[in-house]
């Protein structure tokens, strides 16, 4: 037969049509991933799996465009040669070398998935480097998957005649007209890229990863029918790969620190409602009656509201977030799991099986929701909450009224949380439900009629946590109203803190600091204790108090257990501090870099490490097994308590 001569066609035509000939293409690899590991992925509908299709198109976009990118820009300078025989030969090969090389990516994890359990990361590359028998073990794939490389062949195959079917059509004059055009559009086809491999825009946005594939699946094993292998190669380039540790064998390491929990006593499940409140950027310093010690006792902070709640509530002389960062707040909330040196749930680890307080209570009939009033897809919190086990997302999209938004982050926080509070009324109880704020984020403005209502302090956020307290007072008057109230346990924390002004805050630990604060209405809970607490205790405080019975997995400790061993640890970089007792120890479990005893030393200036040897010893037995805990269980996927 004879071979037709390929169509000439406009030159961004051309480009459209050969970047959608990729997309197809991993299309079809992502179908033929599930095909050769069907057996593997158990009661998946045909329409959820359609869904993951849907879904798998923003990952393929993404690493398209990184894998493209020099051929997208090649096409697209406003220049005359790029017509060129010449020109297109080298675009053609480039194109086709490079998008084989990402084909031949996905085509390996069809048969290297079985043996991880993961789409392939960038960490395959350390994996393997050490290896003498590299191409012993080539050919001995090459042996066991000889059909899949015949596969492979026919793809690449297709792939150039699918190429071959068009050619650009060459431009005999080149006007400035044609300049100025091409100029707009490289600006445009620039800025669509960008959106691309951010996987969307908007202000709080952020570049989709791993876990944004959460959104799609039911389970953490589901997100590699979403993704792609090229995607997670170059989405964890620089990720963080931890190491095995193994400074105790197992029984000793258990002895010192387990986070494996098991029911303390037989007594019935309460089945109180759980409502989370994590407040944006509300550092322990800006509350006053958690700083009575402050400008010689008048202090008064801007809560007046949470001032008052505290006095009926339960709390802690000495409470910390896990991390700096909103995105690290969720995770050691709700899961139990703080970051270390990168979010949890943008490392290589975030597809690990885990579980949640949503899905434990959800296992025992609890109906559950989260809260956040920015666009949905914010800050990557929809796909977590779903990968933790939250079936109900409100965000921007549901609350559906317009003239409410700060023109930044979302809905103003005191008509959202009117908004929950409805919203919460038609759950059916037990329930759990969590909320995050916004309004006290920068840029720390106020809706035109509240500006001057709020006092000013010497930092800009000061007046914006007026505001929210006016907020959390408004809710709570709302809510006291509802049939649920009196039976709800209710949990306020900060995501992290922010900026400080007394120097008692502007230290490691006062960086950390944040109000922990346990509200029930309908009970006797209250009070405070000489106690470390961090965001990790919340979730096993929580289902302790309710009688939880049954083991569950959080690396955090019950707030109300009397054990004087527990601590809280936050990690910076490459040195964890590491709080216990009256004391704090920045190390990294072989380095003991300092040791501050903070009731004696609030301002962190006299370091004792060479003093105190015996408590430098006692608290280094506790981090290295925490980091041996930590490293070992996300590396062997093992957090959970099977």
Known sequence: MKRKNPIAVNLYFALAYRFLIAMELYTLCRLAFYAFNQDLFQNITFSKYLYMLWGGLKFDASALIYINAIFILLHVIPAPFKY????????????????????MANFADFAYYRYTLKRTTATVFSQFSHEQNKFKLFIDFLGDYWYMFILYAVTIWFFIRLYNMITVKRESHFKWTDYALQTILMLGIALT??????????????????SN???????????????????????????????????????????????????????????????????????????????KDLMNGNYKGYTPFLDSLIGQSFTFTNTYANGRKSIDALPSVITGIPSNREPYILSIYSSN?????????????????????????????????????????????????????????????DPFMQYMADEMNTLKQPFFSAFFSLSSHHPFR?????????????????????YTDMALRNFFNKASKMPWYNNTLFVLCADHATLSYFPEYQTTPGYYSIPIVFYYPGGDLKGKTDKIVQQIDIMPTVLNYLNYDKPYFALGFDAFNKNPDNFAINNNDNFFSFYQGDYLLIGDGKINNALYNLKKDRLTKNNIVDQEPAVTEKMNKYLRAFIQQYNNRMIENKLTAK
């Open 84 to 103: 060129n025989d010449g020109y297109q030969r080298f675009c053609k090969w480039l194109f086709i070398i490079t998008n084989s090389i990402g084909i």
């Open 193 to 210: 890229c960008v959106t691309g491999v951010r996987g969307g825009w908007g202000f709080g946005t952020r570049p989709i990863t791993l």
């Open 213 to 291: 594939a959460g959104e799609y699946v039911d389970t953490p094993d589901q997100m590699s029918l979403v993704l792609n292998t090229p995607f997670c190669i170059f989405r964890t380039l620089k990720a963080t790969k931890l190491k095995p540790v193994n400074y105790y064998d197992e029984k000793t390491l258990n002895s010192i620190y387990n986070p494996i929990h098991q029911p303390a006593d037989t007594a019935a499940f309460k089945k109180l409602n759980v409502v989370f409140l994590i407040i944006e950027s509300l550092g322990k310093e800006h509350v006053g009656s958690l700083n």
């Open 353 to 413: 099986e885990t579980t949640s307080i949503a899905k434990l209570l959800g296992d025992k009939g609890y109906e559950t929701a989260f809260f956040h009033g920015a666009p949905n897809g914010s800050m990557g919190f929809s796909s977590y909450t779903h990968l933790a086990g939250i079936k109900h997302y409100f965000g921007q999209n549901e609350y559906g009224k317009t003239g409410d938004t700060d023109g930044t982050w979302g809905i103003w926080d």
């Open 446 to 466: 106020l809706p035109e009629e509240y500006v001057g209502k709020f006092p000013k302090g010497p930092l800009p956020v000061q007046e914006i946590f007026g």
